[in-house]
């Protein structure tokens, strides 16, 4: 399964960003998915996931009640909605497909000034 990321770029605080994630040549249902982000200097942490189906997401504590994650498989693609952006949103965002195996994105790079 071979990932592209997109939608990352600079944006202010509180501003909003909208990242996809779509698969190459294929659909991704039957896939969980998440979304990780690494900062300059620190370990990729988790920020959001969805199962197959759509119907159960969760999320970092650090991002709970300012992103959501949904997908669309109809188009192949995962969202992560980011509204409220703050400056320590700041990072490269990963997109990961899941099925027992793992398959991972290119990141795209979120910067928020404040």
């Known amino acids: 399964v071979q990932l592209q990321a997109c939608g990352g770029g600079l944006v202010q605080a509180r501003g909003s960003l909208r990242l996809s994630c779509a698969a190459s040549?294929?659909?991704?249902?039957?896939?969980?998915m998440d979304w990780f982000r690494q900062a300059p200097g620190k370990e990729r942490e988790f920020v959001a996931s969805?199962?197959?189906?759509?119907?159960?997401?969760s999320y970092a504590d650090s991002v709970k009640g300012r992103f959501t994650i949904s997908r669309d498989n109809a188009k192949v693609t995962v969202y992560l909605q980011m509204n409220s952006l703050k400056p320590d949103d700041t990072a490269s965002y990963y997109c990961?497909?899941?099925?027992?195996?793992?398959?991972w994105g290119q990141g795209t790079q979120v910067t928020v000034s404040s």
């Open positions: 040549g294929r659909t991704l249902s039957g896939y969980g």
């Open positions: 990961r497909a899941r099925d027992g195996y793992e398959f």
């Open positions: 969805i199962n197959w189906s759509g119907s159960i997401m």
